[in-house]
């Protein structure tokens, strides 16, 4: 094997061990990130109001927070100037209720 050819091989080498060790450096790096500009936590005496005495929530998907969940049921937000339709509710219920709004949807809604 002449020079240029080893340089080559020792070359091809380096970048594989180090692309291998990028990704295996990548792997361990990884934060579980989740985002919602737009949900409404509950409290259970608003279940209630909402859905029904007693009326539990359904879990339509869990969320990296642990025990917490996407439910399936959705309300409206009406605000003075709009209204949402749609908005997801975030389970387990809460010991109070609130609303967590982007600030366009809080300008949609007339909160300011």
Do not use: C, W
Not at 9 to 15: H, L, R, S
């Amino acid at each position: 094997m002449i020079e240029s050819e080893l340089k080559e091989k020792i070359e091809q080498i380096i970048k594989e061990s180090l692309t291998e060790k990028r990704k295996s450096i990548n792997k361990e790096k990884i934060i579980p990130l989740e985002a919602s500009g737009r949900h409404v936590h509950l409290s259970q005496a608003d279940v209630d109001a909402l859905f029904g005495e007693g009326y539990k929530l359904t879990p339509k998907r869990e969320l990296s927070q642990p025990g917490q969940f996407l439910a399936e049921e959705k309300v409206k937000l009406i605000g003075k100037k709009g209204v949402i339709e749609k908005a997801a509710v975030l389970g387990p219920a809460r010991s109070h209720s609130q609303v967590e709004l982007s600030k366009t949807d809080s300008i949609k809604l007339g909160i300011n």
